[in-house]
């Protein structure tokens, strides 16, 4: 699997982008247990190119993450090219660009799955960021379309290989669908079927045995993996086992690089995922989401034989 010239193993499985959880020191896990790709949490090209330092701090990157991906949106070519070209971008060797995101916040400003709906500025985006981005591939990520009625993946990602991108990722799901219901994944096999360029689709894999399955019945080039991931980045391991050590790992690379007050924030929402689908952790979840400082978070866990619930989650998979 390729995109422009960078080389993936088969099967390609990446970490889907994830706003408020795909922080530096998850996606490095997610690398370690396998993942082909990760890509940054999606970052704002004027947030960019006005210099918002709580932007920035979404770029930091962990120093297993080769070849690496960023996520940009906005609505604006000018902008994207801007960004684009800004030296704090150099390290990415992969530019991608938010066409899914269903967030009021964002559609209004025509930003995210607002451009589905405008094919043209779209590849004026498309077409602004290969401008800028000095030979290194660009990619986008999109839907299905705005609703069950407007369905327009296929065309959509054609005009996008026109203007330039080098792969597309497609989740399967409608704006209007927001995260409910079932991807779906016959219409992702259309839109793969569609252009020349890999498709990377994406939709409720829960496992590298779905992975595989995608990419058989559907002739997609990869996945990539979303909420499977949440609590569970061991999804990209051949052998997945929820490894009691993870969630200790974790922990530990949330303090390389976020202030102890902020990791510890950012921890308590993964612990939270980390130990959803465990039974008799009420009152751990409690003490984790009052605990200020990672020792009080690991004396918690550890207290609570957390990785015994782990274990037992590898039993109820059998
Ligand atoms: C909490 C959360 C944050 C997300 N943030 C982003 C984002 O920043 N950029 C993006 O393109 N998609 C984002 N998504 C969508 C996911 O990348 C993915 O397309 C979606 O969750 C479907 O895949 P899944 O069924 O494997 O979860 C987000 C999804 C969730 C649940």
């Known amino acids: 699997m390729k995109i422009g010239s960078i080389t993936f193993a088969d099967p390609f499985v990446s970490l889907a982008p994830l706003a408020g959880y795909g922080d530096t020191a998850f996606r490095r896990i997610c690398r370690e247990y396998g993942a082909s790709l990760t890509v940054t949490e999606m970052v704002s090209v004027k947030g960019l190119v006005y210099g918002n330092e709580k932007t920035e701090t979404l770029l930091s990157l962990a120093p297993n993450e080769s070849p690496s991906c960023v996520q940009l949106f906005g609505s604006d070519p000018e902008y994207f090219y801007k960004a684009v070209k800004l030296p704090q971008l150099n390290k990415f060797d992969i530019i991608d660009i938010n066409m899914g ?24 985006i498309v077409r602004a960021c290969v401008d800028a981005a000095n030979g290194r591939p660009v990619t986008v990520k999109h839907r299905l379309g705005q609703n069950g009625d407007s369905i327009n993946s296929a065309e959509f990602a054609k005009t996008m290989q026109k203007a330039g991108a080098a792969a597309i990722t497609v989740h399967g799901r409608t704006v209007k669908q927001g995260y409910g219901g079932s991807a779906a994944w016959d219409e992702i096999g259309k839109t793969a079927k569609a252009v020349d ?15 595989k399955a995608a990419i058989k019945n559907y002739g997609v080039a990869g996945v ?3 909420r499977g991931a949440l609590g569970h980045p061991e999804v990209f391991a051949e052998q997945d086992k929820h490894m009691p050590e ?13 202030p102890e007050r902020v990791a510890v924030r950012t921890m308590r929402k993964h612990l939270c995922k980390y130990l959803a689908g465990t039974t008799g952790t009420k009152e751990l979840r409690l003490k984790i989401n009052t605990a200020e400082t990672a020792e009080q978070l690991i004396s918690e866990l550890v207290k609570a034989d957390y990785g015994k619930q782990r274990y037992l989650r590898n039993e109820e998979k059998q």
Request: charge should be negative; proline fraction near 7%.
């Open 101 to 124: 995101c269903p967030v009021p916040k964002v559609t209004k400003c025509g930003e995210g799955s607002a451009l589905m709906s405008n094919p043209s500025l779209a590849a004026d």
């Open 224 to 226: 990539a993996i979303g």
């Open 197 to 211: 360029i890999p498709v990377i689709g994406n939709g409720d894999i829960l496992s590298i045995a779905d992975a």
């Open 246 to 258: 993870t969630l200790l790992k974790h922990i530990e690379y949330a303090l390389l690089y976020l």
